[in-house]
């Protein structure tokens, strides 16, 4: 009886591989055959699922994107600013995912189907940030947390020495603090992460 | 006799039309044939200046950073949000140069003569930003406002349809507002760009 392969599981071991090998090498240095070799799949099992390198960067961003949502679904009684900055690259799992993260920046701009992705997850996720803000400015709010997420956390991610998780927190908190401060923030277990 | 070449000035041309290229079809797609095609030099010429696309990357990244410091130098008498917003993609010009920086970030983690440049550019813009700002905490307050323009000038430029300038502009004086509200604003003379 051949073995039975499970492809969600596949697909999701080869996104874990490109994560990897994206974050170690950049976009430019990621080979599919090293990405098969790293997930132990054969080239001929990672091209059926995946017909070039931008088909693999897309599975490692939705990879990424997916755990991030998770996360900002996660409910718990941190102040709101602390939650906020778990998205930014504060641990090697997070540093590793923000390397793929602006790797794929890098080609968004030039690759309509990337691109989109981008603008799927950034709508799902300002939205479900505004929805726990409230209030009538609530989506520009959730736009500047976004902004200061990606500001912060780009930096971080070139500067890795310069700005270590504390620093990245306290620039987080000052750019933060007077936009949220007044602002009901709603019960976390409203935080709806699904796609409107 | 032969033709007498000015290597400033052709060094400069090449560094141009990197600029387009990178700006038309991102880093991946740019070719050094097509560079030198579009600077109007053999490629021969070329390879004689820059080495590899990382050489021609930087020397794109280099014209970018000159401009952005020659504009930030400029004495005018505008609110300081609006000479910051200057730095957004807010028109075409901006908009290629900023396709160009991000394309450069997704190098830049992986290329130890990148990241140099990227550290060495916002080190000498955040200097003269928190030089201008003044006061204690000014130095935070410069690391923000460089935060919250990259962080509006990445999404900006990955989902351009969403963001036209007025909207840019809007959400960067929401998030720099509170914190430059009773700043003093030195003098703009005082605006020093040069590297300390």
């Not at 492809?7 to 874990?16: G, L, Q, Y």
């Not at 778990?86 to 995912?97: F, N, R």
């Not at 709010?141 to 500001?151: L, N, P, S």
Request: with cysteine; proline share 5%.
């Amino acid at each position: 009886m051949p073995k039975r392969v499970d492809p969600d599981e596949r697909r999701a071991r080869i996104a874990d591989a490109a994560i990897e090998s994206i974050a170690a090498d950049g976009l430019d240095g990621t080979k599919l055959a090293r990405i098969s070799r790293r997930a132990g799949v054969t080239t001929g099992a990672l091209t059926h699922y995946f017909e070039d390198k931008d088909a693999v960067l897309l599975a490692a961003l939705e990879a990424v994107c997916e755990r991030l949502m998770a996360k900002a679904a996660e409910v718990d009684a941190r102040p709101a600013i602390e939650q906020l900055a778990d998205a930014l690259p504060v641990d090697e799992q997070s540093a590793k995912e923000w390397r793929v993260w602006i790797a794929f920046w890098g080609r968004a701009a030039f690759v309509p189907a990337l691109a989109r992705v981008h603008r799927d997850y950034y709508r799902r996720i300002e939205a479900a940030l505004a929805a726990k803000i409230g209030g009538e400015n609530a989506a520009d709010i959730a736009a500047a947390i976004m902004a200061a997420v990606d500001g912060i956390g780009s930096r971080a991610t070139l500067e890795p020495e310069l700005w270590p998780p504390a620093r990245q927190r306290a620039l987080l908190t000052l750019m933060l603090k007077p936009l949220l401060e007044g602002k009901a923030i709603h019960d976390p277990t409203e935080f709806d992460t699904s796609i409107a």
